[in-house]
């Protein structure tokens, strides 16, 4: 059995990586533990590189934290040209696997109060009257009428950063 550290707390981030891992490699294959760890970029980052720093940054905070683990995960959200979307870091002792998540153009009445320094979480939140909905559906599932949701989109993105784990041809 394959332990999985997460770099959240964050529900809709754990399911998706549970989900993902549990498609990739079996069911009951893994047991997920989840850990608060610091980006190291500010709550709400901008533009794919402090982005993807982010999630970098969570999973050596991670992998300091339970050494012991078979892999280390972390799910990156951020802002770029726009629209929100994720990095997904995942690795092992061996390799690094990544991928950006798909793309969600945001309302301007949204994006004012992202760019005047507030998270997108708690924009949210005010917006639609949804308790944490960063830890729920998400603006992914506000803005798609609950078609997506932030987990299945970050379901997607954490299969994608799993491939090289997975396929031979990465070797």
Not at 35 to 64: M, Y
Request: charged share 20%; net charge negative.
């Amino acid at each position: 059995m394959y332990e999985v550290v997460c770099a959240t707390t964050n529900p809709a981030k754990i399911q998706a990586i549970l989900r993902a891992f549990s498609e990739i490699f079996g069911e009951a294959s893994c047991h997920i533990a989840s850990v608060d760890v610091e980006s190291g970029v500010p709550e709400q980052p901008f533009g794919s590189h402090e982005t993807r720093t982010g999630a970098r940054q969570r999973v050596i905070n991670a992998r300091q934290a339970c050494p012991q683990a078979d892999f280390w995960v972390a799910i990156e959200a951020g802002i770029d040209d726009d629209s929100t979307f994720s990095w997904v870091v995942i690795e092992n002792a061996q390799q690094r696997g990544e991928a950006r998540s798909a793309t969600l153009p945001l309302p301007a009445v949204i994006l004012e109060k992202v760019r005047a320094g507030e998270a997108l979480g708690p924009v949210m939140s005010a917006w639609t009257g949804i308790d944490e909905v960063g830890r729920k559906e998400g603006a992914i599932g506000v803005f798609t009428g609950g078609k997506l949701t932030r987990s299945s989109v970050y379901h997607q993105a954490v299969i994608l950063a799993l491939s090289p784990f997975h396929n031979a041809i990465y070797r």
